[in-house]
């Protein structure tokens, strides 16, 4: 297969970081974006760098792909060489034919990386005209919007600009939507209806968590959402802090949607015959809300807290009996090597773990971690806390576990923490040759004195009897050998 050269397409360029089906720092079991993917159905377009195995997830036999950059297209084209109904096409979004001839519209990395440096910069909403003038009657459209202002973008660390970053910022964009409601509003004025949209965590090119506004609303799922939340990574690049933490608070207090690091949306034209969505795509499976409750998976979801919060709350209040009660109802039940983000406590008590969430077998030492992490080490002596935890759960020993520092505040936390122990070793040298010199000292005005009492005449007689003494001690000695 050869890739067909649109116009626009940019010869030495690759795109990376593109949209992938499998987080990059996070083990989960869901694939929210191939879960998506796998809901393309007729002719599909795909817009904008994706991952390979993302757009193999598409069970649509004739499949187009547009990337901007020749080296991309080269690699996608040799690779489905042999696959019939692929056509990989190159060049910038506005060279594609305005014909409407795809049933489905993908692009789940969003429209910032479909111009090129050989294409004037279109406005956001250009470049959705472009992708909607392409799409059928009925059709379905797949989008993906970054938010400038998301939890990944506030929490990233000081980077350099990237290479692709050749336009004006995404915020300077008046068009550009803010906020799910406007994107919802936006793509209503264009004719498409909203049919589910949801919230992505925890970066936009790699998320494991997409959630509706439906779900992260409800105050019965805060505790599996908080769960799920927790276990669904860490976005690529230097992080200042750990987002997780924050991403709970704002679960709580209703500002998980505004605060996303994406929205996705699958919106379609009149005349389109919806197929169920689900409400969220999440480690343990669809999450679908019926007239019972909430379904993860098939599976009721539990009401409750998240036990790594209710464990952390009860830390941070000093209140040790219930500390140690949710501490040893976890490590003697069955539950004991999952993670405490992977369970969910009831306000009866009963522990319900998730079944994505893997087994560690130094659980009791990650707990530990986070004790430190959240800036608890004063109610807790940082060099015995897993042996502390592992004694109020009755346990007699717990298996070592050091993290390696993740982030900017987990650095400087551990930089700190070596910082006192070093400092309290400098104290204790400085009283140990303190101590030693003041001995040295002693042992040396002893040494002079002894000296002094020497050169008397008294010493000098009492030096010759001890003299006289130590000979006939031997002399004695010589003779009992002989007399044996």
């Not at 360029?13 to 593109?18: H, I």
């Not at 279109?122 to 992708?131: E, H, K, M, V, Y």
């Not at 502390?388 to 505040?409: D, F, I, K, S, V």
Request: proline letters at 9%; charged letters at 20%.
């Amino acid at each position: 297969m050869t890739a067909l050269l649109l116009g626009g397409e940019m010869p030495h360029w690759s795109d990376y970081s593109p949209a992938r089906g499998v987080p990059l720092r996070s083990p989960v079991r869901g694939v929210p974006l191939r879960e998506l993917a796998a809901s393309a159905h007729g002719h599909v377009l795909v817009v904008g760098p994706h991952d390979a195995e993302l757009i193999e997830a598409i069970p649509a036999r004739q499949v187009t792909v547009l990337v901007r950059g020749v080296p991309d297209a080269e690699e996608l084209a040799a690779r489905w060489a042999d696959r019939p109904g692929v056509q990989v096409c190159c060049g910038s979004l506005e060279k594609l034919a305005a014909v409407p001839a795809y049933d489905t519209v993908v692009a789940l990395d969003g429209l910032d990386r479909t111009g090129s440096t050989e294409t004037g910069d279109l406005p956001w909403s250009a470049g959705l005209a472009q992708l909607l003038a392409v799409l059928r009657p009925g059709g379905r459209l797949l989008l993906s919007v970054a938010n400038p202002v998301g939890l990944h973008a506030l929490y990233a660390g000081a980077t350099p600009p990237e290479d692709s970053a050749w336009g004006p910022p995404a915020g300077d964009d008046p068009t550009r939507p803010a906020g799910l409601d406007a994107l919802r509003e936006q793509l209503r004025s264009a004719g498409l209806e909203p049919l589910r949209d949801y919230a992505a965590y925890p970066s936009p090119q790699s998320p494991s968590v997409l959630l509706s506004e439906e779900a992260l609303t409800d105050s019965r799922l805060h505790g599996f959402l908080t769960s799920a939340l927790r276990r669904a990574g860490l976005p690529a690049g230097p992080l200042l802090a750990d987002p997780r933490p924050l991403a709970g608070g704002l679960l709580r207090h209703g500002l998980a949607v505004p605060l996303a690091p994406a929205w996705i949306v699958v919106a379609a034209r009149p005349g389109h015959h919806p197929s169920p969505l689900p409400d969220g795509l999440v480690a343990d499976g669809r999450l679908l809300r019926t007239s019972g409750g909430w379904l993860a998976d098939g599976v009721a979801v539990a009401a409750g807290d998240c036990l790594h919060d209710a464990l952390l709350a009860a830390a941070r209040s000093g209140d040790r009996p219930s500390f140690r009660a949710l501490l040893t109802t976890w490590q003697s039940g069955a539950h004991a090597a999952v993670p405490a983000e992977g369970i969910v406590v009831s306000p009866g008590g009963a522990l319900h773990a998730s079944p994505a969430a893997p087994t560690d077998p130094a659980a009791l030492s990650l707990l530990a971690s986070a004790l430190h992490d959240e800036g608890l080490s004063h109610l807790w002596p940082a060099d015995d806390t897993e042996r502390l935890l592992a004694a109020m759960a009755g346990r007699e020993e717990a298996p070592a576990h050091r993290a390696t520092p993740q982030t900017l505040r987990e650095l400087t936390a551990a930089h700190d923490r070596l910082a006192q122990r070093l400092e309290e070793a400098r104290i204790q040298l400085i009283w140990y040759e303190q101590r030693t010199a003041t001995l040295q000292a002693g042992l040396n005005r002893a040494h002079r004195i002894i000296t002094v009492l020497k050169a008397t005449p008294g010493g000098r007689a009492a030096t010759a009897v001890l003299a006289g003494a130590r000979r006939g001690k031997r002399l004695a000695s010589a003779a009992l050998r002989r007399l044996r």
